[in-house]
């Protein structure tokens, strides 16, 4: 079998100027932060960023990576509204393509069928057609009707963080939800993944570790072993989200500087000391889990 273990140097490495990035996880929930801080050290740039998005999307739209955001929502949940993310909105600095959640579900789904577009009536009468010249009606060959094409979002890279894996890509999501992350991982041509525990094999032959096991291995490209590799977003049931770290990163965004400010601190060191720096392993351990 393959082995699959590599850095996080590795996965930012492969990934170019002007590719098409799908971030797995959910506003603040189980987000590859650690992923997306390595991506921030990098020189990439003119990303086009496909997300249910959160502070992954806010800080890539800080460090101007972000050429084109294709989104349902940016949200920090108990925050409504990513600031950096706002910002970059409100200035008109990334393109857009704002859709429907369950847009975001078909279209992912049509690039893991390997098809051009799923149809749809979600949409229908709404501005969501009027401002996405990408999104057609296309005519139906059972009935008069025209339906929503929702066309595939394919992805060059996908970057998802789970609970656990091993070295031959074989992932495991424990929380309540596994969000979309398997579709991302199906729409992607290479999809990486951060895990907080790295394991045996043999942890998955059971009946019930296998039912925690969302996408083939064969869909995974690489794997890193980052151990508090959401943070500051949960990875439930092993860590809750930081109010406190989250309510630091909002407080900076109304501050001259405040980006850079933030980054100086928390981006431009080692995960290490990323990790010393927000109380390390033991504080994050102890962060309550979110009530869904």
């Known amino acids: 079998m393959a082995n699959k273990l590599m850095t996080a140097k590795d996965v930012v490495a492969s990934i170019k100027d002007g590719m098409t990035i799908g971030i797995g996880g959910w506003g603040p929930r189980r987000k590859p932060m650690a992923l997306v801080r390595e991506l921030l050290r990098s020189d990439v740039k ?40 706002r910002k970059a909105r409100q200035n008109g600095s990334i393109e857009v393509m704002e859709i429907d959640e369950g847009h975001m579900v078909l279209g992912l789904k049509a690039a893991g069928m390997r098809i051009p577009y799923i149809p749809t009536r979600v949409g229908l009468g709404t501005d969501v057609i ?67 525990e790295l394991v045996e094999s043999s942890t998955f032959e059971s009946a019930d570790a296998a039912r925690l096991v969302f996408w083939e291995r064969s869909e995974t490209t690489g794997v890193v072993h980052l151990p508090g590799g959401a943070h500051p977003t949960s990875c439930a049931p092993l860590y809750g989200f930081d109010v406190k770290h989250f309510k630091e990163y909002v407080a900076s965004s109304k501050e001259e500087g405040g980006w850079n400010e933030y980054q100086q601190k928390y981006v431009q060191c080692t995960e290490q000391e990323y990790l010393e720096k927000v109380g390390g392993m033991d504080a994050i351990k102890r962060l309550p889990l979110p009530v869904f």
């Open 46 to 85: 003119d990303l086009t960023v496909v997300a249910y998005g959160g502070a992954d999307v806010g800080m890539l739209c800080a460090a101007g990576k972000v050429k084109k955001l294709i989104f349902a929502f940016v949200s920090l949940d108990f925050i409504p509204l990513e600031p950096y993310f």
């Open 130 to 196: 009027k401002h996405n010249s990408d999104i057609k009606l296309v005519g139906s060959p059972y009935d008069n009707k025209e339906w929503v094409a929702m066309p595939a979002i394919n992805l060059d890279v996908a970057l998802l963080h789970v609970d656990r894996a091993d070295s031959r890509g074989v992932c495991q999501i424990a929380g309540p939800d596994i969000y979309m992350d398997d579709l991302f991982a199906r729409a992607a041509t290479n999809t990486f993944v951060s895990c907080d």
